[in-house]
């Protein structure tokens, strides 16, 4: 990705466990039920250890406005990365790290 730039840092405290923050991240199929003002489906296109594919339609139910996006989770590295593959935002990244407070 040549053209890439930081738009930005942030820190933010989460009530849960670190465990329950990567139950949440691997978690593809909640994306429509709990965010159903901005999913209308999700379909899982290929998933394994390192993370999933999916093909995210947003609402209101457009397929041809789908993403494809892509989750790698470094648990070693307390990071994982979601890249849009195809659709809006194309190549577009969004890394974060999950880690308890004496790791910072």
Same mark, same amino acid.
């Given at each position: 990705?040549? !053209? ?19 139950? !949440? ?68 990244? !969004? ?10």
């Amino acid at each position: 990705m040549t !053209n890439a730039f930081l738009a930005g840092t942030y820190w933010r405290r989460v009530g849960a466990s670190l465990e329950r923050i990567w139950e !949440n991240v691997l978690d593809w199929e909640h994306l429509p039920v709990l965010h159903a003002g901005s999913f209308a489906a999700v379909e899982l296109i290929d998933a394994g250890a390192g993370g999933w594919r999916i093909r995210l339609t947003p609402q209101p139910g457009d397929a041809r406005a789908a993403q494809v996006l892509r989750l790698d989770v470094d648990k070693a590295q307390h990071g994982y990365r979601v890249t849009t593959e195809a659709g809006p935002r194309l190549s577009s990244e !969004n890394p974060r790290r999950a880690c308890t407070e004496r790791a910072l």
